[in-house]
């Protein structure tokens, strides 16, 4: 039976991966500043740059979620409004009338989501991971 990848962890390696790249420092300085052993930074690039250059249906046979690549940041930029202009109402007929309270998403394809204060947490999970997996 294959060992089930831990998707936290990959994630985890691909942040400090891009980290290292940015940083333009030696892998090895890398690693020391960020206590984190050279052999395991290596062996986590090998392993995420295989599994990248895997085909398409290699990665569909396995019983695993897709991981978020490096197009999906770990932070995107927020903007906190608080004026009362068309765009920031909360649309007739959508719960939560108190806007300070409403949460909103700005896909990239311009697309928002707005998410009154007593939303179901599974249910938004649900809906990000499907607009993650077929962008608008």
């Known amino acids: 039976m294959a060992k089930r990848r831990d998707v936290s962890k990959e994630l985890f390696?691909?942040?400090?991966?891009?980290?290292q790249q940015q940083s333009g420092l030696p892998v090895s300085r890398f690693c020391t500043t960020h206590d984190l052993k050279a052999?395991?930074?290596h062996w986590w690039r090998r392993a995420l740059a295989q599994r990248d250059?895997?085909?398409p249906q290699e990665t569909a046979s396995r019983p695993?979620?897709?991981?978020?690549?490096a197009e999906f940041p770990a932070f995107i930029p927020v903007a906190v409004t608080t004026d009362d202009s068309p765009e920031n109402r909360t649309p007739p007929g959508v719960s939560g009338d108190d806007s300070?309270?409403?949460?909103?998403?700005?896909?990239?394809?311009?697309?928002r989501l707005r998410i009154p204060p007593?939303?179901?947490?599974?249910t938004l999970q649900r809906v990000l991971s499907v607009l993650e997996?077929?962008?608008?």
């Not at 007593?118 to 599974?122: H, L, S, T, V």
Request: charged residues 25%.
């Open 13 to 19: 390696w691909r942040r400090i991966i891009r980290q």
């Open 39 to 41: 052999c395991t930074f």
């Open 53 to 55: 250059k895997q085909s």
């Open 64 to 69: 695993t979620r897709r991981p978020r690549s």
């Open 100 to 111: 300070s309270t409403t949460i909103e998403v700005i896909l990239k394809s311009g697309q």
């Open 118 to 122: 007593d939303f179901a947490a599974p």
């Open 133 to 136: 997996q077929h962008p608008c």
